[in-house]
């Protein structure tokens, strides 16, 4: 940063500044006026694999702006009773966009770029670009079946593991934590103070068994390995 912070007070300056960063308090602050933009591995990974664990009923899903916005594809449910109504009549929050719709037709499908007055019927896959908060309201606004995942294991205190158990605690989900090196148990700990944190092996099947893997909802290796 300090690199970043130093190019952009010369006279060369021209382009934007990326940084590379690892924590992800980053993520959830704007870039300081030395840097344009954050970019990190960790937390591109993090993202797809809360898109897996929690909205694995999407067609396709993508963030932007470090995760702060989404846009996900979904097939709108048979039971949804709401069909002949404008979509400008649907109460979406002012922070969600239905930016195109894909129906299928008895000759094909079409794609629609909908304004206020078109529909959304079931069977439609649709678009949405919005505020993370507002991607919640998904689920209720359309009867998408809730998510089940009520417990996730972490195997492993990477900064994967971190970035996930942040995203999951976020929307209720129970989280533990297995990392063999007492530092960073501690660390994490400090951390994420809701999540439980286990000094253990992740790999040994005595302590999974344990622990009681089998009725966790999900189980992700997360090591550094």
Not at 63 to 78: K, L
Not at 162 to 189: D, G, K, M, P, T
Not at 200 to 211: A, R
Request: charged share 20%; with cysteine; hydrophobic share 40%.
């Amino acid at each position: 940063m300090l690199d970043c912070k130093a190019f952009r007070n010369s006279k060369n300056h021209r382009q934007d500044q990326i940084t590379r960063v690892f924590e992800p308090i980053f993520f959830r602050l704007p870039p300081p006026f030395y840097a344009d933009h954050f970019i990190g591995a960790e937390w591109l990974a993090t993202q797809d694999l809360f898109q897996t664990l929690v909205h694995a009923e999407d067609v396709a899903a993508q963030h932007f702006a470090h995760g702060s916005i989404h846009m996900r594809t979904v097939t709108i449910p048979d039971l949804w009773d709401k069909g002949g109504c404008p979509i400008s009549d649907l109460k979406l929050p002012d922070t969600l966009i239905a930016g195109l719709i894909r129906r299928k037709l008895s000759l094909g499908e079409t794609i629609l770029f909908p304004r206020g007055h078109d529909q959304i019927l079931p069977g439609d896959e649709v678009t949405f670009l919005g505020q993370v908060k507002s991607m919640h309201h998904l689920h209720e606004i359309f009867r998408f079946p809730k998510s089940k995942v009520r417990s996730v294991i972490l195997a492993g205190g990477s900064a994967i593991a971190e970035h996930l158990a942040f995203f999951l605690i976020s929307q209720h989900i129970r989280v533990r934590i297995i990392e063999n090196n007492h530092a960073r148990c501690e660390e994490l700990a400090k951390k994420l103070p809701q999540a439980t944190i286990i000094h253990q092996d992740g790999s040994d099947p005595q302590l999974l068994c344990s622990e009681q893997v089998h009725e966790a909802d999900a189980l992700v290796a997360c090591t550094h390995q």
